[in-house]
T-cell receptor, first 114, second 111 residues
Framework: EPEVTQTPSHQVTQMGQEVILRCVPI?????FYWYRQILGQKVEFLVS????????KSEIFDDQFSVERPDGSNFTLKIRSTKLEDSAMYFC????????????FGPGTRLTVL | RKEVEQDPGPFNVPEGATVAFNCTYS??????FFWYRQDCRKEPKLLMS???SGNEDGRFTAQLNRASQYISLLIRDSKLSDSATYLC????????????FGQGTTLQVKP
């Protein structure tokens, strides 16, 4: 069964450094999402992406964040200058078409900012 | 008011028990409703969609009451493997399909 993959599974970085989290959505899916979950808190929406552009972003998704689909298979989340409060699990999800609501989640990347 | 509100629990029940979780949502224009399951430090996994007519999948039954903006999940004959956090999830009025998650309700099934 196809699945969403994410790399790395765990990323440790120093405050102020740039990180890129990578996701490979399910092939032929058209809608892509990033969510994050700070330890002990709820899953929060960051951004949605469709047709090579951002379709919606949350207040969390400020100028430090960007997303890209560079080659038709990868979907990346970049944090330019990480802060301690960016430490969280980051989940990528994809959805096949507009007619289905189901999103398929990747296993997540745990980001630790020191 | 939180967009999606759940009792965080934990609910500690013996094997074989029936347990019910509730959830309320604030946006009356919300379109779709789900229960997800999340194991510790893992990704959310879809358990079932929730429809106004109610739906059942084995030991799991979900109900939606649009008038009260209330969603429920009933688990019958609890198994040890049901121990997890159950997330109430809503798609709001946005047409992007973004999911809005509740805090989750933790279930611990004990032998």
């Amino acid at each position: 069964e196809p699945e969403v993959t994410q790399t790395p599974s765990h990323q440790v970085t120093q405050m102020g450094q740039e990180v890129i989290l990578r996701c490979v959505p399910i092939s032929n899916h058209l809608y892509f999402y990033w969510y994050r979950q700070i330890l002990g808190q709820k899953v929060e929406f960051l951004v949605s992406f469709y047709n090579n552009e951002i379709s919606e972003k949350s207040e969390i998704f400020d100028d430090q964040f960007s997303v890209e689909r560079p080659d038709g298979s990868n979907f990346t989340l970049k944090i330019r200058s990480t802060k301690l409060e960016d430490s969280a699990m980051y989940f990528c999800a994809s959805r096949p078409t507009a007619s289905t609501d189901t999103q398929y989640f990747g296993p997540g990347t745990r980001l630790t900012v020191l | 008011r939180k967009e999606v509100e759940q009792d965080p629990g934990p609910f500690n029940v013996p094997e074989g028990a029936t347990v019910a979780f509730n959830c309320t949502y604030s946006n009356s224009a919300s379109q779709s409703f789900f229960w997800y399951r999340q194991d510790c430090r893992k990704e959310p996994k879809l358990l079932m969609s929730v429809y106004s007519s109610g739906n059942e999948d084995g030991r799991f039954t979900a109900q939606l009451n649009r008038a009260s903006q209330y969603i429920s999940l009933l688990i019958r004959d609890s198994k040890l493997s049901d121990s997890a956090t159950y997330l109430c999830v809503v798609i709001g009025s946005s047409n992007t399909g973004k999911l809005i998650f509740g805090q989750g309700t933790t279930l611990q099934v004990k032998p």
